[in-house]
């Protein structure tokens, strides 16, 4: 029987959950062992102070290494691009929604300087650009901890991750899904990623629930991410669609306060995502993007 990793938020359930079903959906039986990670422990403190990503992720990956779990389901744009040595990403299995969502009503008639609540720097700087009224919140916590903030008033509004809300059965409390041209998603954003040894009975289970297609669009979109140097603690955004065989990426690089935004679209063959990332990046890089993620980041 296989191991499967996955945080213990009613979000990281559901997902190891759905991936579990869809294995034994394969006649392959597993089981799901909860992992506290350092990020679960302190999750109210801002993603600045705890470390950045991997602070949801390296007890897991720890637990692939020892031999305790099998495979680790995580949502992708957690990630980081840069994996452990030994580990792998051995699927991507179809992708949900990837956008943004606010939940307290539309953006457009939320009234001016109300409390609107993300932890997202990406998210922040696009808020801002679109309505520099508003009161932009730090906002902390798993998603039913987020939309009770709201309920008791503490904000008048707060973004998601569409996927989360609708996944968890809350498509309903949805009061607009932005599209990516009005604000441009993170990397990865909707998918899951299935994290393995390279070899062995986790990855070779994995395998049978990756879809190229949905691979194709995050391997672009975190080519792009790794490229600029960037994770979360930067307002970094992008987005990949297939169309017939031919892919494209959206990036966007935003300075914090919303001043500012650079944003490129280009396309590509689709079976070589990662120089298509790659490429867009050093566009956004030509174009300022290093001077507004304030980094020294200057590739030839």
């Given at each position: ?9 009613q ?11 869809r ?63 030994g580990?792998?990403?051995?699927a ?23 409390r ?10 696009q ?104 994770g ?52 956004l ?16």
């Amino acid at each position: 029987m296989l191991v499967i990793g996955s945080r213990g938020s009613q979000l990281a359930l559901w997902q190891a959950n759905y991936i579990k079903d869809r294995l034994e959906g394969r006649g392959v039986e597993s089981r799901i062992e909860i992992i506290h990670t350092k990020g679960d422990k302190i999750l109210d403190s801002p993603l600045s102070k705890l470390g950045g990503k991997g602070v949801f992720t390296r007890e897991i990956e720890d637990a692939l290494l020892d031999g305790r779990i099998d495979l680790a389901v995580h949502s992708l744009k957690d990630l980081p691009t840069e994996m452990p040595k030994g580990l792998t990403v051995a699927a991507v299995p179809q992708r949900a929604d990837p956008l943004d969502a606010i939940v307290g009503g539309k953006l457009r008639d939320i009234p001016r300087g109300a409390r609107v609540g993300t932890s997202s720097l990406r998210r922040i700087a696009q808020l801002r650009r679109m309505r520099p009224d508003l009161e932009i919140k730090d906002i902390r916590g798993n998603i039913d901890t987020r939309i009770n903030k709201v309920e008791k008033g503490e904000y008048e509004a707060i973004v998601l991750a569409a996927a989360g809300l609708k996944r968890l059965g809350w498509q309903d409390i949805i009061s607009e899904v932005f599209r990516a041209d009005k604000m441009l998603p993170a990397a990865g954003q909707g998918a899951l990623g299935i994290e393995t040894l390279l070899s062995g009975p986790g990855h070779d289970a994995a395998a049978q629930l990756d879809d190229p297609w949905s691979r194709f669009c995050v391997t672009a979109e975190r080519a792009l991410l790794e490229e600029l140097g960037g994770g979360c603690q930067v307002p970094i955004g992008a987005y990949s669609t297939v169309e017939n065989t031919e892919l494209f990426l959206t990036g966007g690089v935003f300075a914090p306060d919303g001043s500012e935004m650079i944003r490129f679209t280009a396309a590509g063959d689709c079976t070589k995502p990662m120089e298509l990332g790659r490429s867009v990046a050093q566009v956004l890089l030509k174009r300022g993007a290093a001077r507004l993620l304030g980094t020294d980041v200057g590739h030839a």
